[in-house]
């Protein structure tokens, strides 16, 4: 592994540890091509028109820096050497990612790079330089190497002071990135002057990024002295309800006084989030209890969708005017009945075939929902509007606009979440789990393989299907180009983050995935490239999801220790804050 | 015993209902083109045009279910991001041609235009060759050894960054192929006037299938990806290099990709960020027709989805009366697709894998 530096001098100071320069190399053109990255798909230049700390640093900036340090603090991780090796390594690898924006800056500067590239614009150029144009190409060498050397000097502190630097670090990022959306409600509560010092209309003021790292770091500080989670793990098993219980309540009361007080942008964007943790919940049965990969959800949320839309619209081609109440109950017959007729000629086929066949269906759907075909019927392109709101009330009631919705949605996923849970531990949820472990082994000791799964498929269907009613509800309209492959990607995907088979890891996965795209419309573009990342990095790094169940948290870990799952999650804990 | 009988009833019903399903797919068929053939609307040089179009279309599906067929007969894994490989291709085909059409060089003289076409394949595969084993190093070979769905899921994320990728890049418009008037003229060809285009899209796509089958069937690098494919465990006990004969099987996927996306591009003369998905999916089809794992079966496979794709609508659908059947050539093609599925998962030629192993 350690090769020497070669030359005549490296034999003479044989017993310091070799400087091994070819990772650092290596890792520091790693950090060039992905900071090349950020800069050109946009990243960089869009982020920057928002500030993090006003005047003093913009989000763009703040990527760009992140990505630097990182390939410092990367590049010396694993040094073992002497100070000034640490500060040497992290100051090549550095330069070496600050190098590559330089080049970037030069080539720019001599070659039309913008008929290619979209964000290769002066305005980058001038990112990059600190304002100098062209000529200050050196820029970014020299930055990347200051920042490269203080993050070799920073892997020098010791472990709990970079802990803390880093919550507070983060802290400031995250106050800066929601810095409008804390500060309106703030305004015009008894901490308006707090808010004032905070927060100015664009983001975070200088004054407020210290107090709020300050405030971060004692906190964090004040978390590690008195190490909460030890205290709450020493409590005993039986006893824990007593902890658990009355933050239970103070939660769901939380969760049910939310949209009123908020505005009514924010209550639209938690009905959304609570109308995916609904479909997550039903999808979960499919894919987390019976391992079926269903990328046609879609499907059966248009025929919910467009089953209210006939049943309930005042437009052209409501057929018979119900109210949503009457037309839900047929929203979800439908979608299962759709569930039967498509899943029976395919659950017999392997799992990854059932993944392109479920996607086929859905696209079957969508065409066939926008085409001059079903025109008469659906209203091609054009779609259903005029769907009345399931409660008639004026404007100002508590239950007004999307507020209903999202306590449709919440009592929708309440039902769905008790369901699983009953299934979970009962014959059919066994046999599932079974089937998704070893279809061959479960089908040898007597389970109907293609029985079981269509249950399962005709439940995910049917909790479609009231997404799909839910949905047009929310919405107002149903249309063709709703019903994307991608409401199904979003589905999958915030299961596979939250955590396969766990209820919290659903909510908490439509709350990262789907509404912080929302609270950060401006960014949406890049909404998707967050995604695919984020399925990639989840499959490799932490396959069980963020919050996952313990059942899936003892299985995964199970072989690399043979521990009670009490201290297996105390394990992995301890792991995630040593990586 | 009451169990017993109710799972015996279902399977019954399940039976009826699969072969009502065929037999409702037969009728369809049958019907419609009798329904379209004596309604005499449409001419002999009507079919022979969608004939060749269709030749034409299943030709580039078929440079693109290689690509899927060879991954998937050596990893067992659907490579999702396969299509968003052949639109880097169609991409880097366009900013050729614009550059050369700049120059003044894209429509100088047949021999130009030909050149033209030659060189930004070339740089196309330069471009999709690299990425795609970036892809697989990324994306796929940690999660070698994992459960199917995961390299699915992560396969399904590489697609999302590759299409957003893109679009952060070039941004969401449509680009419009500069037009190569040489491509447009006709030939006549027994009997019939073809497009010089539809002539060296097939041609190239024949040319590159059959180098390909050579290379898999002849050379030492072939044999072993044979052998990897069949049995990983035993090629490596064998001194095959399995790291590397999986690399050059992502490799030779992304080169016929790559030209694919140039081809289909001056085909319909435009190209998107999004361009590869539908194609992606409608060759991983082709793939699955032929026989998944099975090289010619991807060519057959490919070829007779364009076929179908091209004809289908307008004999199967327009004797019913269905207003504009050609809004529904997808829905035939994933029709298609799951029927193959649900009735014949081994595909046209069968699977050359072992199926007890999948």
């Not at chain 1, 707090?194 to 004692?218: D, H, N």
């Not at chain 1, 009514?264 to 995916?276: E, G, K, P, R």
């Not at chain 2, 019954?12 to 699969?18: E, G, K």
């Amino acid at each position: 592994m350690t090769r020497a530096l070669a030359g005549p001098g490296a034999a003479t100071v044989a017993p310091r540890v070799a400087f091994d320069w070819r990772p650092v190399v290596r890792i520091g053109a790693i950090g060039g091509a992905v900071s090349l990255y950020l800069c050109l798909v946009g990243i960089v230049p869009v982020f920057n028109q928002r500030p993090l700390i006003i005047g003093v640093i913009s989000l763009g900036q703040t990527a760009l820096v992140l990505s630097l340090f990182a390939t410092g603090f990367v590049a010396t991780r694993k040094l073992t050497g002497t100070a000034g090796a640490r500060f040497l390594a992290g100051g090549l690898a550095g330069g070496i990612a600050g190098a590559v924006l330089s080049a970037l800056v030069l080539v720019g500067s001599v070659v039309p790079l913008r008929n290619v590239f979209l964000n290769a614009s002066p305005e980058l150029y001038d990112l990059l330089t600190f304002g100098l144009g062209t000529s200050g190409f050196w820029a970014p060498l020299v930055t990347g190497i200051a920042l490269g050397a203080l993050a070799g000097g920073f892997s020098l502190l010791r472990p709990r002071l970079r802990r803390s630097l880093y919550v507070g670090f983060l802290s400031v990022v995250i106050m800066g990135l929601f810095a409008g959306l804390i500060r309106t409600p703030l305004l015009s509560s008894p901490l308006e002057n707090l808010a004032r010092l905070l927060f100015a209309p664009e983001g975070l003021t200088p004054v407020g990024a210290v107090i709020t790292f300050a405030v971060a770091v004692a906190l964090n500080e004040y978390r590690r002295t008195n190490d909460l989670g030890r205290r709450y793990r020493a409590v005993p098993s039986d006893r824990r309800w007593t902890v658990i219980a009355p933050a239970a309540v103070v939660l769901s009361i939380a969760v049910l006084i939310l949209p009123q007080t908020l505005g009514s942008f924010f209550a639209q964007v938690i009905a959304i989030v609570a109308l995916y943790v609904m479909m997550g919940l039903g999808l979960n049965i499919t894919l987390g209890l019976a391992g079926l990969l269903d990328l046609g959800f879609v499907a059966f949320f248009a025929v919910g969708a467009y089953t209210v839309g006939l049943l309930t619209s005042t437009g052209e081609y409501g057929i018979a005017q119900w109210s949503f109440w009457a037309a839900v109950p047929f929203a979800v017959f439908f979608a299962m009945l759709f569930g039967a007729f498509l899943g029976l000629p395919i659950l017999g086929i392997r799992g990854d075939y059932l993944a392109i066949a479920t996607m086929g269906f859905g696209e079957i759907i969508r065409i066939l929902a926008g085409s001059d075909l079903l025109k008469p019927l659906l209203g091609g392109p054009r779609g259903i509007t005029n769907i009345p709101k399931p409660f008639d009330v004026p404007p100002d009631h508590w239950l007004a606009g999307p507020n209903q919705i999202y306590y449709i949605a919440l009592a929708g996923a309440a039902l769905i979440a008790f369901i699983a849970w009953r299934l979970r531990g009962s014959h059919l949820g066994r046999a599932w789990l079974a089937i998704r472990e070893d279809e061959d082994v479960a089908e040898a000791t007597g389970i109907n393989l293609v029985q079981t799964k269509l249950l399962a498929y005709i439940l995910g269907a049917a909790f479609a299907g009231l997404g799909g009613a839910v949905f047009a509800a929310l919405v107002g309209s149903i249309f063709a180009s709703s019903i994307q492959l991608i409401v199904s990607i979003n589905v999958v995907a915030l299961i596979i983050v939250g955590g396969m088979g766990s209820i919290p890891g659903v909510v908490v996965g439509a709350i990262f995935l789907i509404g912080l795209p929302e609270l950060f419309r401006e960014f949406s573009e890049y909404r998707y490239l967050f995604y695919g990342f984020a399925l990639i990095a989840m499959m490799r790094f932490r396959p069980e999801g963020l919050l996952p169940s313990r059942v899936t948290l003892r299985e995964l870990h199970v072989a690399e220790n043979e521990q009670p799952p009490d201290a297996a999650e105390g394990a992995l804990v301890a792991q995630e804050e040593a990586g | 015993m009451q169990v017993g009988a109710i799972e015996r009833v279902t399977e019954v019903a399940i039976a009826v209902f699969l072969w009502a399903l065929r037999v409702v797919v037969i009728l369809v068929v049958v019907v419609g083109s009798a329904l379209t053939l004596m309604s005499g609307r449409y001419s002999l040089e009507t079919w022979s045009n969608l004939v060749v179009s269709g030749l034409t279309l299943g030709s580039i599906y078929a440079l693109i279910a290689l690509g899927y067929t060879m991954v998937y007969g050596i990893l067992r894994m659907i490579n999702f991001a396969h299509g968003e490989i052949f639109t880097s291709g169609a991409f880097a085909g366009y900013f050729i041609a614009v550059g050369l059409n700049s120059v003044g060089f894209l429509n100088a003289s047949p021999l130009a235009s030909l050149l033209s076409v030659v060189i930004m394949i070339a740089v196309a595969i330069a471009i999709s060759t690299p990425l795609a084993l970036l892809v697989e190093r990324i994306a796929y070979r940690p999660l070698r050894n994992a459960p199917r769905l995961v390299p699915l899921i992560s396969a399904i994320g590489a697609s999302y960054v590759l299409q957003y990728t893109y679009r952060g890049l070039f941004g969401p418009g449509i680009y419009s192929y500069p037009s190569v008037a040489w491509l447009n003229e006709l030939l006549p060809i027994g009997g019939l006037r073809i497009r010089v285009l539809d002539v060296l899209v097939v041609a190239s796509a024949i040319a590159m299938m059959v180098g390909l089958y050579l290379f898999v069937m002849r050379t030492k690098m072939g044999t072993a990806i044979r052998a990897v494919s069949e049995d990983k465990e035993t090629a490596a006990l064998m001194g095959i290099d399995v790291n590397r004969a999986i690399v050059t099987t992502f490799a030779l996927g992304a080169v016929m990709a790559g030209a694919a996306g140039v081809l289909y591009s001056l085909l319909y003369t435009q190209v998107y960020y999004l361009t590869g998905f539908i194609p992606g999916i409608k060759a991983f089809t082709a793939a699955v027709l032929g026989g998944i794992g099975n090289i010619p079966g991807a060519m057959l496979g490919g070829l007779f989805l364009g076929q179908v794709e091209s004809i289908g609508p307008t004999l199967f659908l327009d004797g019913f009366g269905v207003p504009s059947p050609n809004q529904l050539k997808d829905v035939i093609a994933f029709t298609m697709l799951v029927l193959v599925l649900v009735f014949r998962p081994s595909g046209i030629l069968g699977e050359r894998i072992a199926k007890a192993r999948a």
